[in-house]
């Protein structure tokens, strides 16, 4: 799985213990590489857009906080960027919200724990273990609700 990843010069540590301990997907680096200040939305739009397009499934965020590429990130139509702090809510972010950005703080969170957080991310499924075809109903009548929004 191709995965683009991202990071203002708040998150260069982080993303960089992603690319070499994450090894189960290939990622598509969009910098920043440096801790030149730069600002998070001009890395959130480069990543997203890989997704969009279709060059990555997926993308990961990183700034200080996880806060502001996750706000930038969910400006763009097709992106639903999820800010996680635990491992439980990175699975939620796939198995209820579909998300396919995940935004990290490395200020916030350990490197092996954020490299969890990826994991549990995308291994979960959307519905979750033992959905039904009225669970996995709900949750797809919510995205599309999502998606109803981003036209307004
Ligand atoms: C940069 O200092 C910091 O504001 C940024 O990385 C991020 O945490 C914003 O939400």
Redesign the pocket.
Known sequence: MKIAIAA????IHLKKYLIENVKEVEFIDFGTNSESSVD?PDFAEKACAAVVSGEAERAVLV???????SIAANKIHGIRAAHVESTYTARLAAEHNQANVLCL?E?ITGAPYAAEMVRAWLKAKFGGEGATAASLSRHQNRIEKIKKLEGK
């Open positions: 203002d010069h708040a998150g998070y700034c200080g906080s996880g806060l502001g590429m703080g200020r």
